[in-house]
């Protein structure tokens, strides 16, 4: 870790992307990250929700690589490297596949330093707050006059109604040409309101943003766009295959999370 990152890095305070790698059962977390994961774990939903969607990113990335022909991605709010990552799902059905990944953590930017090497895969360090920076970096890899896939994997959850979530995606979403791709997964509290409302909370104790929203809510992101069959369904239920590690018959209340694809027209 270089002295710039070094400087950064505040150990004490928990972040969305190191608590999802403890969950994960990762080794790039601090004390503070493993606390709020552990807090998590103590309903089981908290563990099986990030591996049923780290599957559905899997299957969303190989429906657009392969049957859409999608070979360009803006995944925002990638977190850090778990097998399996978009580039390596996307390369492996189309090798010239562009992926440019977007995340604000400086463990993540120390691991994407490490491992994104090659003009076909690239990192931006910015927050999904701030498209239009996404934006600009992005155009140095991806050429925005093509399809592109945009990938928004359990981020939307950390804005709150403060930060706009729904101008904020537009907003990426409208940049982008006709025939791309809005990928999207995000917490509900439908099926567990109290105990959703405590994570929430414990989110808010630590300095963190938690936003869960509602099916309806959740749909909101995908209006003008065209949904992909079989439309809004829950993370392990969309198109589920073999590989799964969550059965597709797993009750909402275990993995409570919100999923769609959908093309822009």
Not at 50 to 63: G, I
Not at 126 to 143: F, M, Q, S, V
Request: no cysteine.
């Amino acid at each position: 870790m270089d002295a710039d990152t070094s400087a950064q890095l505040d150990t004490g305070t928990p972040h969305p992307a190191r608590v999802y790698d403890a969950l994960l059962g990762g080794k790039d977390n601090f004390a503070a990250d493993r606390q709020v994961a552990d807090a998590i774990r103590a309903n089981p939903a908290g563990e099986i929700g990030p591996l049923a969607n780290r599957d559905y990113l899997r299957r969303v990335v190989t429906f657009l690589a392969g049957e859409a022909g999608i070979d360009q991605f803006l995944d925002v709010g990638t977190g850090l490297p778990t097998a399996p990552n978009v580039h390596e799902v996307a390369q492996a059905i189309n090798p010239a596949s562009r992926v440019v990944y977007v995340d604000n953590d400086p463990i993540v930017l120390v691991h994407a330093r490490a491992l994104l090497v090659g003009g076909t895969t690239s990192y931006v360090d910015a927050d999904i707050r701030d498209p239009e920076t996404i934006l600009a970096t992005a155009r140095e890899t991806l050429d925005l006059t093509r399809p592109v896939g945009l990938l928004l994997f359990a981020i939307g959850h950390f804005l709150d109604d403060e930060d706009d979530a729904y101008g904020v995606v537009k907003r990426l979403v409208d940049a982008l040409p006709a025939g791309s791709y809005l990928a999207m997964s995000h917490l509900t509290g439908e099926f567990q309101p109290e105990e959703t409302k405590k994570t929430e909370a414990m989110y808010k104790a630590q300095g963190m943003k938690l936003r869960a929203r509602s099916k309806d809510e959740f749909t909101r992101f995908f209006d003008g766009l065209e949904l992909v069959e079989p439309g809004v369904a829950l993370s392990h239920q969309w198109r589920p295959d073999a590989l799964d590690r969550i059965p597709a018959d797993t009750p909402g209340e275990q993995a409570p999370g919100w999923s769609a694809v959908a093309r822009k027209p």
